[in-house]
């Protein structure tokens, strides 16, 4: 050998780390070494290899002949170096098997693969069992038989180890290889099994089904073996007998292939697939498999049955089995709950994942293998009821078969099959170093640098891997998310092309397996959104397949898209819009999950379409300050009061959309959303008191007001907690200017009153604004508008307990800010009197509160879900902070605020209620106060019920931030924190 050709630099090019133990180990090869240098720089690890074959070198019987063969036959090398360079397990085996090297010098291994039939034949004969034989039993000693086994499955791996690395092989054939040997080595296992049950074996037949990977001909090179067994009495024997037998053979099958012996293990046999899992018996007849799928099975099983395919024992059992599976396969998507269990099931895989494993993670992750399979499998089980053409088991087989069937886009097609191949083969590289099962990509240098070359990347074999890995990972994900979608569109988009297409009614199936409740109306949509040739119809088809995706996972994907044409065709010819959901992915995100869960904001989004643009930015609520500016300069760029106002109203129509929207998607806190309504209505009611105060002059020929005037807010509104929907409940304040006629100020500040209502409350593009004065003295009796001492007159002679208790919600805001602030220092006497309300006013109170609780609850409505008037709601918690107001504010300052969580934090810090109970009160009416926004924001009106729609019902939990499917724990909680809430009101306001 050449000096040249061994120098340290050239080493280090061929891609050896350690070059001085290189040289050491070459040395001691000697000449035979020389033509090997450049193989072993085509292998995954050339340290790893040049020790491997010096270690092998050291124990085979003529180390001469060993290293003339790898010198003189490259064939030999490559296959050789191959597996000693990227297996370390292998490497092992051929050390304690030396003379397994001359299987890799077989001139016909990298042409042909082994037949399943003489794999298991070796496999068999290996533990002394006769092939020919319908049930082989082992006649080797246990142990002999059990070692032989683990041989025999290793040097088959070996070789088909070599042909992969050495001869790129096809990753669909290695993994139907892996299956061919795994069904062999179940049916020697059983042999063996068989010889440890002894003569009784006969009295049972046992089939054994793979599953999962193994039985869709995919297996990795390490993996769990999923099966189902099934059995029936051999002839003549008795059902209890059988089951016994069965039971034995298959449990002992299992531990022949998982137990742990001198020649390692083979692979954990598992059987948790089958009915009940694994508390269900082991064993089962066919008869006692088609009683469970008939009536307990769920969809997850179905899907796995999919894979079903019989590989071992009696397989004339086993295959009665899958027969009978079948119907119940392809039938499966048209059972109850189709969508939401396929959902769930794809939650669960991906919740289940360690949070330190997400981002490297080959199988579960986003972008992963699972992806590619559940989405293939999904579209098998809608399609395949009509279409035995998709049903192939094997994922690869079935994209190709979806593809050719139009079911899957052709470009869609290939660059997932590309993908997945990818994503298996590196699978593969990775579990082959040590023979571990393993879905993660490493993160050390050596191991990615190793896993790169075995990939073939001998170039930058790190950043290569990574950055083909990170490609194939994105291109798996866009996909997934279009992959349902995509053919859809050009089943009514009427694109000329080639490219295969879903007939209508396969179209409709998919939709309705995607959760759309009426895919023909759906299909409406999509033809009205893509057809044609206009640049508006291109973006549209590169938009909807991820729109419609974000539908389906949304509460009510009907309302979602068809909410997105009505506002498509609003804004379809503004040039901003279509670009901006193409440009701009939180747009779109936020715009779908909007539309297909609150009938609220799509209101909104009608009829302020520009209210799109909004969501790209910040959703939180604007202060009342700069509200205020606004509607003012907007209102006085109008003559006419009723232009003014509803140009005023646009902003308000605005700005609740904006309050809408942050609380659907969980960014604004719910005392927020009470807060920021509260504020736009102030803005609202000062720019149209303007409004409706010009009105009326010029109506009178007035050059001035006579009157000062003044807006206090009342009950939730003056507490800062309004509500969608809820009315502003006011009171109108006036004082004559100085020198004005008292009867000419009052009649003036009676025509402003009525002018703002009327204004308010006249149709138009966005929700009313109903002012209501009814807490005024004497109701709708009484005066609408009153001078500050009419109100202290009322107060001092007339008023009620309950009338003080109104005005702890007294929030003077809009209008006059000297008339605001003289009326609170009129009205703080009464509401926070100083030595507290008489025990006698307290009784009154708890009167009160108990015909409300007998006498204001709808008829049929549910004491325990009312949201307003029920246990443990609104109502029970705010008259408890209410009532301690009304006692104690007198003397604790902290207790003077119309809020009720503020008024409830001072109440926990002056002792007048304990920690816990506090927390209670507080937790249960933020949770109420969400509750009660969800269901208006779904149904689009105010509500105080929890909806008894299931999709509103499931709208709200979403919106609660409940993951799909959660219904249920959802009312579980609401009733949770108002029962405990009732405790607490029970103890504190009552007693």
């Known amino acids: ?261 001198g020649e390692g293990t083979i692979w954990p046999v598992d059987a948790a697939l089958r009915p009940e899992g694994k508390a269900g018996p082991l064993v089962r007849t066919i008869a006692s498999h088609r009683g469970y799928y008939e009536r307990w099975a769920k969809t997850w099983e179905f899907q796995a049955l999919l894979k079903a395919r019989a590989v071992a024992g009696d397989l004339a059992l086993a295959s009665e089995f899958v027969e009978m599976t079948r119907p119940m396969v392809w039938s499966a998507a048209e059972r109850d709950g189709f969508v939401e269990d396929t959902q769930a099931m794809r939650r669960r895989v991906v919740e289940h994942i360690p949070a330190k494993e997400a981002e490297r993670q080959l199988k579960l992750g986003e972008g992963g293998l699972r992806d590619v399979e559940f989405a293939v499998q999904l579209l098998q089980l809608v399609h395949g009821r009509a279409d035995e053409r998709i049903r192939p088991a094997t994922t690869l087989s079935a994209l190709a078969e979806l593809t050719r069937g139009g079911y899957v886009g052709r470009e869609d097609g290939d660059a997932l099959h590309e993908a997945y191949a990818f994503l298996r083969t590196l699978e593969h590289r990775i579990q082959l170093h040590r023979l571990r099962r393993t879905h993660v990509v490493p993160a050390d240098e050596s191991a990615l640098r190793r896993t790169g070359r075995s990939m073939g990347y001998l170039k930058d074999p790190v950043g290569l891997l990574d950055t083909t890995w990170q490609h194939h990972r994105r291109e798996v994900r866009r996909l997934h998310e279009k992959l349902f979608y995509r053919p859809l569109l050009t089943a009514v988009a009427r694109i000329p092309g080639e490219e295969a ?231 109108f304040v006036h004082e004559p200017e100085p020198g004005a006629d008292a009867q000419t100020a009052t009649s003036y500040a009676q025509g402003v009153a009525n002018e703002l209502r009327r204004l308010l409350a006249l149709p138009g593009p966005d929700p009313a604004l109903l002012v209501d004065a009814d807490l005024r003295p004497e109701g709708r009796q009484g005066a609408l508008v009153r001078t500050l001492d009419s109100y202290a007159a009322y107060y001092a002679k007339w008023s009620k307990v309950w009338e003080a208790q109104a005005l702890l919600r007294a929030d003077p805001v809009v209008g006059d800010p000297d008339l605001l602030r003289r009326f609170a220092e009129m009205v703080d006497p009464l509401r926070y009197p100083a030595d507290g309300i008489s025990e006698d006013d307290v009784f009154e109170v708890r009167r009160i509160k108990a015909r409300v609780d007998t006498e204001r609850l709808p008829r049929g409505a549910d004491p325990h879900t009312h949201l307003k008037l029920g246990r443990g709601g609104l109502a029970d918690i705010e008259w408890t902070v209410q009532l301690l107001q009304m006692r104690y504010a007198g003397t604790v300052p902290g207790l003077r605020t119309s809020r009720t969580l503020e008024a409830l934090a001072a109440a926990r810090e002056a002792g007048l209620v304990d920690e816990d109970d506090a927390a209670v009160l507080q937790q249960a009416w933020r949770r109420v106060s969400r509750v009660r926004n969800a269901a208006t924001l779904v149904r689009g009106k105010s509500s105080d019920e929890l909806p008894r729609d299931i999709r509103e019902r499931a709208a709200v939990a979403a919106i609660l931030g409940y993951p799909p499917g959660s219904s249920d724990a959802m009312v579980n909680d609401q009733l949770r924190y108002t029962r405990l809430a009732r405790a607490v009101v029970e103890r504190v306001f009552w007693e």
């Open 501 to 731: 297409r879903l007939s209508p009614e396969a179209a409709e199936e998919r939709l309705a397996a995607l959760g759309y409740l009426d895919p023909t109306g759906a299909l409406r949509h999509l033809e009205a959104l893509t057809s044609g040739v206009s640049r508006a119809a291109q973006i549209q088809r590169t938009l909807l397949p991820v729109l419609l995706g974000w539908f389906a996972d949304a509460p009510d994907p009907d309302a979602g898209l068809f909410g997105f044409r009505r506002i498509s065709e609003s804004l379809g010819s503004t040039p901003w819009y279509l670009s901006t959901l193409r440009d701009e992915g939180q747009v779109a995100e936020r715009l779908a999950r909007l539309l297909a869960t609150s009938r609220y904001a799509t209101d909104l989004l009608e009829r302020e379409p520009q209210g799109v643009r909004m969501l790209g930015g910040d959703l939180r609520p604007l202060s009342a300050e700069v509200l205020t500016e606004e509607m003012l300069a907007t209102a006085r760029r109008h003559e006419e009061p009723e232009s003014a106002v509803l140009a005023v109203r646009g902003v308000r129509r605005r700005e609740l959309l904006r309050i809408a929207a942050g609380d659907l998607l969980g960014l604004t806190d719910v005392a927020d959303v009470g807060a920021g309504l509260s504020r736009l209505t102030d803005a609202t009611l000062e720019a149209t008191l303007e409004v409706a105060g010009r009105a009326v002059r010029a109506q009178r020929g007035l050059d001035t007001a006579p009157a000062r005037m003044a807006v206090v807010a009342m009950g939730r509104y003056g507490g800062f907690e309004l509500s969608y929907g809820s009315d502003a409940d006011v009171l």
């Open 1 to 261: 050998m050449s000096r040249s050709a061994t120098s340290k630099g050239n080493l280090l090019r061929l891609g050896f780390q350690d070059a001085d133990a290189a040289l050491v180990a070459l040395d001691r090869l000697g000449d035979p070494s020389g033509p090997l240098l450049a193989l072993m720089g085509r292998t995954a690890d050339p340290d790893e290899a040049l020790a491997g074959l010096v270690r092998l070198a050291d124990v085979v019987p003529d180390p001469g002949q060993l290293l003339d063969a790898v010198a003189g036959d490259e064939g030999t090398a490559m296959r050789l170096l191959c597996v000693l360079g990227a297996s370390e397990a292998l490497s092992d085996h051929l050390v304690r098997h030396p003379e397994h090297w001359r299987e890799l010098a077989d001139s016909r291994l990298g042409a042909t693969r082994p037949a399943a039939w003489a794999v298991r034949e070796g496999l068999l004969l290996a533990v002394g069992a006769d092939p020919r034989d319908p049930s082989p039993v082992a006649t080797k000693a246990d142990a002999e038989a059990v070692d032989a086994l683990r041989v025999e499955y290793r040097r088959v791996l070996l070789r088909l180890a070599a042909r992969d690395l050495s001869h790129h092989l096809g990753v669909d054939d290695a993994a139907a290889e892996l299956s061919d040997l795994a069904a062999g080595t179940l049916d020697a296992a059983l042999a063996v099994a068989r010889a440890r049950v002894g003569p009784d074996a006969r009295l049972a037949r046992l089939g054994v089904v793979a599953m999962g990977k193994c039985g869709g001909h995919e297996l990795n090179y390490v993996s769990d073996v999923d099966v189902i067994f099934v059995h029936a009495p051999a002839e003549g024997a008795g059902e209890d007998a059988a089951l016994r037998v069965a039971t034995q053979l298959a449990s002992h099958l299992m531990r022949v292939c998982s137990d742990h012996t």
